[in-house]
Protein backbone atom coordinates (compact mmCIF):
# COMPACT_ATOMS: atom_id res chain seq x y z
CA UNK A 1 0.00 0.00 0.00
CA UNK A 2 1.06 3.50 -0.88
CA UNK A 3 0.23 5.64 2.10
CA UNK A 4 0.60 9.39 2.22
CA UNK A 5 2.46 9.29 5.41
CA UNK A 6 5.15 7.49 3.15
CA UNK A 7 5.04 10.39 0.69
CA UNK A 8 7.05 13.49 0.40
CA UNK A 9 5.30 16.00 1.90
CA UNK A 10 3.19 18.04 -0.57
CA UNK A 11 4.50 21.98 -1.01
CA UNK A 12 1.38 23.67 -1.46
CA UNK A 13 -1.48 21.48 -1.02
CA UNK A 14 -4.03 23.06 -3.17
CA UNK A 15 -2.44 22.02 -6.34
CA UNK A 16 -2.32 18.31 -5.36
CA UNK A 17 -0.11 15.41 -5.28
CA UNK A 18 -0.56 15.40 -9.39
CA UNK A 19 0.87 18.84 -10.16
CA UNK A 20 4.11 18.02 -7.55
CA UNK A 21 4.71 15.25 -9.21
CA UNK A 22 4.81 16.59 -12.87
CA UNK A 23 7.20 19.01 -12.32
CA UNK A 24 9.37 16.79 -10.66
CA UNK A 25 9.05 14.87 -13.92
CA UNK A 26 9.66 18.34 -15.79
CA UNK A 27 12.66 19.25 -13.94
CA UNK A 28 14.32 15.45 -14.94
CA UNK A 29 13.99 16.81 -18.84
CA UNK A 30 17.41 17.34 -20.22
CA UNK A 31 16.52 19.51 -22.97
CA UNK A 32 15.67 23.18 -21.56
CA UNK A 33 13.26 24.35 -24.43
CA UNK A 34 11.63 21.01 -24.05
CA UNK A 35 11.56 21.69 -20.17
CA UNK A 36 10.37 25.16 -20.30
CA UNK A 37 7.36 24.28 -22.89
CA UNK A 38 6.30 21.02 -20.39
CA UNK A 39 6.30 23.43 -17.72
CA UNK A 40 4.03 26.00 -19.69
CA UNK A 41 1.66 23.14 -19.62
CA UNK A 42 1.73 22.29 -15.99
CA UNK A 43 1.34 26.27 -15.02
CA UNK A 44 -1.99 25.92 -17.22
CA UNK A 45 -3.36 22.94 -15.26
CA UNK A 46 -2.18 24.67 -12.01
CA UNK A 47 -4.58 27.45 -13.19
CA UNK A 48 -7.56 25.19 -13.85
CA UNK A 49 -6.95 23.17 -10.43
CA UNK A 50 -6.97 26.49 -8.51
CA UNK A 51 -9.52 28.45 -10.04
CA UNK A 52 -9.79 31.20 -7.37
CA UNK A 53 -6.51 32.67 -8.23
CA UNK A 54 -7.37 34.10 -11.05
CA UNK A 55 -9.39 36.86 -8.89
CA UNK A 56 -6.29 38.20 -8.38
CA UNK A 57 -4.30 40.70 -10.11
CA UNK A 58 -1.37 39.35 -12.24
CA UNK A 59 -2.23 35.60 -11.51
CA UNK A 60 -0.32 34.52 -14.02
CA UNK A 61 2.49 35.78 -12.30
CA UNK A 62 1.75 33.88 -9.06
CA UNK A 63 0.86 31.20 -10.81
CA UNK A 64 4.40 30.72 -11.90
CA UNK A 65 5.77 31.92 -8.82
CA UNK A 66 4.04 28.77 -7.16
CA UNK A 67 5.60 26.65 -9.71
CA UNK A 68 8.87 27.33 -8.55
CA UNK A 69 8.14 27.05 -5.51
CA UNK A 70 6.82 23.52 -5.46
CA UNK A 71 9.94 22.78 -8.00
CA UNK A 72 12.15 23.94 -5.02
CA UNK A 73 13.27 26.94 -6.55
CA UNK A 74 15.57 25.56 -8.77
CA UNK A 75 13.69 25.30 -12.47
CA UNK A 76 16.05 25.63 -15.25
CA UNK A 77 13.62 26.71 -17.27
CA UNK A 78 12.61 29.96 -19.89
CA UNK A 79 9.82 31.42 -17.61
CA UNK A 80 7.72 34.83 -18.21
CA UNK A 81 8.84 35.95 -15.12
CA UNK A 82 12.03 36.31 -12.97
CA UNK A 83 12.17 33.40 -10.25
CA UNK A 84 11.80 34.40 -6.80
CA UNK A 85 13.83 33.03 -3.79
CA UNK A 86 13.16 31.30 -0.68
CA UNK A 87 13.53 34.79 1.39
CA UNK A 88 10.67 36.07 -0.55
CA UNK A 89 8.25 33.20 1.33
CA UNK A 90 10.47 32.64 4.41
CA UNK A 91 9.72 36.17 5.54
CA UNK A 92 7.30 37.03 8.19
CA UNK A 93 4.37 39.37 8.17
CA UNK A 94 4.81 42.67 10.14
CA UNK A 95 3.51 42.36 13.80
CA UNK A 96 0.49 44.21 14.09
CA UNK A 97 0.74 46.74 17.25
CA UNK A 98 -2.36 45.68 19.75
CA UNK A 99 -3.88 48.55 22.07
CA UNK A 100 -1.37 48.36 25.02
CA UNK A 101 -4.14 49.93 27.59
CA UNK A 102 -7.01 47.15 28.46
CA UNK A 103 -10.35 47.69 27.72
CA UNK A 104 -12.05 49.08 31.10
CA UNK A 105 -15.22 47.62 30.71
CA UNK A 106 -15.91 44.25 28.78
CA UNK A 107 -19.77 44.91 28.01
CA UNK A 108 -18.92 48.23 26.58
CA UNK A 109 -15.99 47.47 24.83
CA UNK A 110 -12.98 49.96 23.21
CA UNK A 111 -15.22 51.82 20.38
CA UNK A 112 -17.25 53.14 23.40
CA UNK A 113 -14.38 54.00 25.54
CA UNK A 114 -13.39 56.09 21.98
CA UNK A 115 -16.35 57.78 21.50
CA UNK A 116 -16.49 58.49 25.29
CA UNK A 117 -13.06 60.04 24.84
CA UNK A 118 -14.44 62.34 22.11
CA UNK A 119 -17.08 63.39 24.46
CA UNK A 120 -15.07 64.49 27.17
CA UNK A 121 -13.53 67.03 24.75
CA UNK A 122 -16.75 68.70 23.51
CA UNK A 123 -17.56 72.06 25.06
CA UNK A 124 -20.39 72.21 27.16
CA UNK A 125 -24.06 72.88 26.28
CA UNK A 126 -26.73 71.71 24.57
CA UNK A 127 -24.98 69.59 21.14
CA UNK A 128 -22.88 67.87 24.13
CA UNK A 129 -26.04 67.56 26.07
CA UNK A 130 -27.86 65.59 23.42
CA UNK A 131 -24.40 63.76 22.28
CA UNK A 132 -24.12 62.53 25.84
CA UNK A 133 -27.59 61.05 26.29
CA UNK A 134 -27.27 59.06 22.51
CA UNK A 135 -24.47 57.87 24.16
CA UNK A 136 -26.44 56.78 27.20
CA UNK A 137 -29.13 55.24 25.31
CA UNK A 138 -26.10 53.01 23.56
CA UNK A 139 -24.34 51.92 26.32
CA UNK A 140 -27.64 50.98 27.96
CA UNK A 141 -28.12 48.77 24.80
CA UNK A 142 -24.91 47.43 24.88
CA UNK A 143 -25.20 46.36 28.77
CA UNK A 144 -28.46 44.80 28.10
CA UNK A 145 -27.01 42.59 25.44
CA UNK A 146 -24.60 41.22 28.23
CA UNK A 147 -27.01 41.78 30.76
CA UNK A 148 -30.40 40.43 30.43
CA UNK A 149 -31.09 42.12 34.17
CA UNK A 150 -32.77 45.65 33.88
CA UNK A 151 -30.30 48.36 34.41
CA UNK A 152 -31.29 51.90 35.92
CA UNK A 153 -29.83 55.26 34.07
CA UNK A 154 -27.87 56.27 37.19
CA UNK A 155 -25.70 52.79 36.41
CA UNK A 156 -25.20 53.85 32.97
CA UNK A 157 -24.70 57.65 33.69
CA UNK A 158 -22.09 56.34 36.89
CA UNK A 159 -20.43 54.36 34.30
CA UNK A 160 -20.41 57.00 31.65
CA UNK A 161 -18.36 59.06 34.21
CA UNK A 162 -16.32 56.42 35.46
CA UNK A 163 -14.89 55.70 32.05
CA UNK A 164 -13.77 59.27 31.34
CA UNK A 165 -12.29 59.77 34.69
CA UNK A 166 -14.52 62.38 35.95
CA UNK A 167 -14.46 64.35 32.85
CA UNK A 168 -17.94 63.77 31.88
CA UNK A 169 -20.64 65.11 33.75
CA UNK A 170 -24.16 63.90 32.82
CA UNK A 171 -26.75 66.91 33.26
CA UNK A 172 -29.47 66.41 36.08
CA UNK A 173 -32.00 66.83 33.31
CA UNK A 174 -30.54 64.35 31.20
CA UNK A 175 -32.94 61.29 31.40
CA UNK A 176 -32.96 57.90 29.08
CA UNK A 177 -36.74 56.86 29.28
CA UNK A 178 -38.26 53.56 29.55
CA UNK A 179 -37.04 50.69 27.41
CA UNK A 180 -39.72 49.42 25.47
CA UNK A 181 -41.62 46.07 26.13
CA UNK A 182 -40.70 45.31 22.30
CA UNK A 183 -37.43 45.90 22.72
CA UNK A 184 -34.91 42.49 22.08
CA UNK A 185 -31.02 42.57 22.43
CA UNK A 186 -28.98 39.28 21.52
CA UNK A 187 -25.32 39.02 21.66
CA UNK A 188 -23.45 39.31 18.01
CA UNK A 189 -24.05 35.81 16.22
CA UNK A 190 -27.32 35.74 18.52
CA UNK A 191 -30.34 37.21 16.59
CA UNK A 192 -33.72 36.34 17.12
CA UNK A 193 -33.15 34.20 13.88
CA UNK A 194 -30.87 32.03 16.17
CA UNK A 195 -32.84 32.05 19.18
CA UNK A 196 -36.50 31.67 18.06
CA UNK A 197 -38.00 34.63 17.51
CA UNK A 198 -38.07 35.05 13.62
CA UNK A 199 -37.91 30.66 13.68
CA UNK A 200 -40.56 30.26 15.87
CA UNK A 201 -43.04 32.99 13.39
CA UNK A 202 -41.47 30.38 10.46
CA UNK A 203 -42.99 27.56 12.17
CA UNK A 204 -46.09 28.88 13.08
CA UNK A 205 -46.09 30.06 9.56
CA UNK A 206 -45.78 26.53 7.74
CA UNK A 207 -48.80 24.80 10.49
CA UNK A 208 -50.96 27.30 9.22
CA UNK A 209 -50.28 26.46 5.67
Known amino acids: M ?7 KL ?24 RSEQMRAVVQVMGILNPQIRELNDYRHKLWDHAQVIGGFDLDIDAPYPAPTPQQFEARPDVIALP ?16 IE ?6 DGEVKKEVIR ?15 DNVSEETIFADMERLSDGRIKVPEDVHLG ?4 NASFSRPGQGQGNQGGYGKKNRNWRRKR
Open 2 to 8: DYNTQRD
Open 11 to 34: ILPEYGRHVQNMIEQVKKIEDKTK
Open 100 to 115: GKPVKAACYGRNIENI
Open 118 to 123: LVAGLE
Open 134 to 148: NLALYMRQQYLIWNK
Open 178 to 181: AISQ
